[in-house]
C-alpha cells in the first residue's frame, strides 16, 4: 500500500526566505504527483504535475523536483511572500487519470511579514 | 482545467441522520472522485465514480454508508448515511483531466 509522508509538518520563516518542502513515497511504481495547496475554507489548487518521465516542473516562483527511484520530491519556494501561507499537500497517483490520489498529511507554512 | 461546485458547502447534522453533497463540474469528464479529510489528518480516497457504472469503494468505505451516484458526465452525488459524530469532516470531490485532478472547494460536515 503506498504511504506518503511530508517532512516538516509545519514551518514558519520570515518573508524573503527561499524554502523547501520535503515528500516521500514509498512504492516507486507512480504515474505522477501532484503538489496542491490548501487554503482554509478552500479547496486544493494544484501547483504543478510532475510526470514519472520527468525531473522537474516549473511555475513561476515554485519548483518540483522527482527523485522517483528514491521515491523522493521536493517544493521548492523562492523569494517566499505572506500569501504564500498555506498547507501544502503532496500527492501520487499509481494509476493515471484513472486512479485516486495517495496524499501526504501536509506542510502547514506560515510566511512572516 | 475544470470549475467544480459543491453543494452545501458546510452543514451541521445531527446524529443518526443523513446528508447527500452535490458535485458540479463545468464540462464532461469520464472520472470524479470523493475524498474525505478528517480533522488533522490527510485526504482519503472514499470512491471512484465512472459514469454509467457502479461506484468502486476503497478499502474501509461501503455502498451502504457512502451511496454514490453518477447519472451523467457532470454531476455526481455522495451521501453520507445514518451518521455518527467521527463522520465529522471535510468531503470533497474531485475530477481527472489528462492525469491531472481539479478539486472542488468541499463540504465541511459536523456531526453533533
Known amino acids: 500500500k503506498q504511504e506518503v509522508t511530508q517532512i516538516p509538518a509545519a514551518l514558519s520563516v520570515p518573508e524573503g526566505e527561499n524554502l523547501v518542502l520535503n515528500c516521500s513515497f514509498t512504492?516507486?511504481?507512480?504515474?505522477?504527483l501532484q503538489w496542491f495547496r490548501q487554503d482554509p475554507g478552500k479547496g486544493l489548487t494544484s501547483l504543478l504535475l510532475?510526470?514519472?518521465?520527468?525531473r522537474e516542473q516549473t511555475s513561476g516562483r515554485l519548483n518540483a523536483s522527482l527523485d522517483k527511484s528514491s521515491g523522493r520530491s521536493t517544493l521548492y519556494i523562492a523569494a517566499s511572500q505572506p500569501g504564500d501561507s498555506a498547507t501544502y499537500l503532496c500527492a501520487v497517483s499509481s494509476g493515471g487519470g484513472a486512479d485516486g490520489l495517495t496524499f501526504g498529511k501536509g506542510t502547514h507554512l506560515i510566511i512572516q511579514p | 482545467s475544470a470549475v467544480i461546485s459543491q453543494k452545501p458547502s458546510r452543514d451541521i447534522c445531527q446524529r443518526g441522520t443523513s446528508l447527500t453533497i452535490q458535485c458540479q463540474v463545468d464540462?464532461?469528464?469520464?472520472?470524479m472522485f470523493w475524498y474525505r479529510q478528517q480533522p488533522g489528518q490527510s485526504l482519503t480516497l472514499i470512491a471512484t465514480a465512472n459514469q454509467g457504472s457502479e461506484a468502486t469503494y476503497e478499502s474501509g468505505f461501503v455502498i451502504d454508508k457512502f451511496p454514490i451516484s453518477r447519472p451523467n458526465l457532470t454531476f455526481s452525488t455522495l451521501t453520507v448515511s445514518n451518521m455518527s459524530p467521527e463522520d465529522s469532516s471535510i468531503y470533497l470531490c474531485?475530477?481527472?483531466?489528462?492525469?491531472?485532478?481539479?478539486f472542488g472547494p468541499g463540504t465541511r460536515l459536523t456531526v453533533t
Open positions: 510532475i510526470q514519472s518521465s520527468q
Open positions: 512504492d516507486s511504481a507512480i504515474y505522477n
Open positions: 474531485s475530477v481527472g483531466i489528462a492525469y491531472e485532478q481539479y
Open positions: 464540462s464532461q469528464v469520464t472520472m
